[in-house]
């Protein structure tokens, strides 16, 4: 038998519990023996749970019980998970997590200890939630040498942006009703600001192109200054707004990575994916473009990719191993300024003085527009810093990058 412990029982750490127990049988045939939840750790008391003879508040309880093989982390955040992960690491459990910020700033430590140790650190569940990206992108595509991935990696985000685009909802509007309906936080900055997505993609290229790609080198730019009137010059341009995670192999070997949102045209697959779904867009060198669509977060979704990663050491008996990645530095990382684009630039000038200073432009329209406002999308493909420098002199209101 496979002894489990779960910690934190908070929504993915319930749906974990659930899921082990609702789908015992299948996972025991799957797996040739049976997995069995042993502790739950949570500081909190659940007097009324299925589980209740499971819960402990002592982390020390299951770092020294040897029945324990398999550590579930889904605390969150990098602090006391950060350090029950290592403890348990250090006692030779495997661990397998869905938290991102975890895995993005810590991963490389992590996966180095849990390889010393002779255990595994899987995180299928830390990117795109029950969507399978980490091992079809670490096995089935690692004949390939990625040149690019790209994605919406926040299910927030884009259902704000759903709302704005499909039904005319301002971005506080749409934010409100996201976070009525629970898919949005009291605090939502870490989606709105676009730090989530920026976790991801860090850890998307940490494993794509084999170094540590660091949170903080990478620009991130949240979706709380798109308004309507973007999106109406947007849709006159037959594009969609969305927040994308992007991180691009340069010639020589670095990587542009950052978080922004891109106009995207309609024909592209990307622009489709629609409210809390996630898709995750790869070009290897060998098989082309591929895509990975699903749902990217909430319980069960994430559960399920939280429950496959315990699956896959209980069935390899551990002998999967840690994946991991080389250290990175500072030089790594290249600026969003050496990747050239077309840009959708909306300003307060008239569309003459626009045209003159930016030169081929696809002037937009849209009814209603305020007074000496001009928009529209380059014809020349040119860096940020090249177009901001035409623009001199000029009060920029937007300016998203399109998506070749």
Known sequence: MVKVAILGYGTVGSGVAQVLFENKDAITHSVGEEVSVKYILDVRDFDHS??????VKDFSVIEEDDEVSIVVETIGGATVAHNFTQRALRARKHVVTSNKELVACHGLELTRLAQEKGVCYLFEASVGGGIPIIRPLTVCLAANRVEEICGILNGTTNYILTRMIGAGLSFEAAL????ENGY???DPSADILGYDACRKICILADLAFGKNVDPQLVPTEGITGITLADVD????????IKLLGRAVRQEDGRVCAYVAPHLVDASHPIAGVDDVFNAVFVRGNAVGDVMFYGRGAGKLPTASAVVADVMDIARSKGLRGAMTWEQGDAALVCGTDELASRFYVRVQASADTLRSQVG???LLARSGATPGEAAGITEQVMTEGQLRAKLSGIAVLSLIRVLN
């Open 176 to 179: 409100k009703e996201a976070q």
């Open 233 to 240: 010059y947007a849709d006159g341009a037959g594009k969609k």
């Open 360 to 362: 081929e432009m696809k």
């Open 50 to 55: 299925p589980y209740g003879g499971t819960f």
């Open 184 to 186: 949005a936080e009291r």
